[in-house]
């Protein structure tokens, strides 16, 4: 298979025989195991292992790849079973955010290995989709594009920002989505001025704007949409100045992905819009960031980010300004790269601040 080549290749460049990893994102991506708990071996002749306990066997040689060696391990003969491996192999990679005490573990039982951290190493490899994960992502995109959609018939004055997401949920699952990328962002009024506002009790009213942000995971990828909307014509009036800003700004970002450019340039083209509009403090987070077996992974389109973008990539775009006690508007796409532009997985209508 060409994931366990690729890997296989990257090994050498760090110098190690073999890596080991704990991470359900990585071992779904090297073995296509989701049971998220296991202990995966690859070593640079192409050889993979998938470790697992009795809860997992059959789900593991049902999942997995052809070419990966799964076994059943017993918790006592765990050392014993990983050395087992590694008797030939003397320098092993690990993640950096690998567990403290399995760090030490494998240090105790295997003193003479060199344990290598190797900050970011499946991480860069993942960043660049294949055919097959792409579809998975167009998929889970579109799975929540109809989803809220859907939804949208249900905004109303007096219906709470928690019916509104759990609508969406519903509405996601009810479509083939396993579940939802992260917790639902519905915020409306004052609320939306939060970058992270979860759902709350608070009801909508006429007048309101309101921050829809949602995804849905399909087949282990996940998706990540949104869309600010008005409930009646916005009470502040500066809602749409500041809509049309922002609308722009993510524009003028997306008009300029394409492979070859730095992370660092697409974060750049939409903030100095904002500032140059006069919201320059009121964009508090990053441009967005890459998504896959992830919500959140490489790359991530930030101001100190100089990662090139490569074709196959999948980032969000989301610009946005929040007046404190007052309001808020953001707006996010999902994006394939391609060597002379993008293709956007959430194409729902966003040229104008949508009324209810």
């Known amino acids: 298979m060409q994931r366990i080549e690729h890997i296989s290749k990257e090994l050498g460049k760090h110098q190690i025989g073999a890596f080991l990893t704990t991470k359900g994102p990585n071992l779904q991506y090297i073995t296509g195991f989701t049971g998220g708990e296991g202990i995966v071996l690859v070593f640079d002749n192409q050889k993979a292992v998938l470790m697992v306990d009795g809860r997992y066997t059959y789900q593991a040689k049902t999942q997995s790849f052809p070419n990966i060696e799964v076994l059943e391990y017993q918790p006592k003969n765990l050392w014993e079973t990983i050395g087992s491996y590694l008797k030939d192999t003397d320098a092993i990679g690990l993640e950096a955010e690998a567990r403290l005490n399995l760090y030490f573990k494998l240090k105790e039982h295997y003193p003479q290995k060199e344990w290598k951290m190797v900050p970011d190493f499946f991480d860069l490899i993942r960043a660049v989709k294949d055919e097959n994960e792409l579809e998975c992502i167009k998929k889970a995109a579109s799975i929540a594009n109809q989803a809220y959609l859907n939804m949208l018939q249900y905004v109303k004055p007096g219906v709470s920002e928690l019916e509104l997401s759990a609508l969406i949920e519903y509405e996601m699952k009810k ?8 917790e639902v962002i519905v915020a409306s009024g004052h609320r939306s001025a939060m970058p992270h506002g979860v759902a709350s009790e608070k009801k909508i009213e006429t007048g309101d704007l309101i921050t829809f942000d949602f995804g849905v995971f399909y087949q282990g990828y996940a998706s990540d949409t949104t869309r600010t909307i008005s409930l009646g014509q916005p009470k502040d ?4 100045k500041v809509y049309q800003t922002v ?75 929040y007046l404190d006690e007052r309001f808020g508007v953001r707006i996010e796409d999902s994006l394939i790269i391609t060597k002379d532009g993008c293709i956007n997985l959430t194409p729902i209508e966003k040229d104008e601040l949508m009324i209810l």
């Open 175 to 182: 479509l083939g989505g396993q579940k939802v990328s992260f």
């Open 237 to 240: 009036a500066e809602a749409l």
């Open 247 to 321: 609308l722009d700004a993510q524009k003028k970002s997306i008009d300029g992905l394409r492979e070859g450019i730095l992370c660092s340039q697409a974060d750049e083209i939409p903030r100095n819009h904002i500032e140059e509009k006069g919201y320059g403090a009121f964009f508090k987070h990053s441009t967005g960031h890459g998504i896959g077996l992830e919500i959140h992974e490489l790359p991530r389109i930030s101001y100190d980010c100089k990662m090139e973008l490569k074709t196959g990539m999948v980032v969000t775009i989301e610009p946005g300004i």
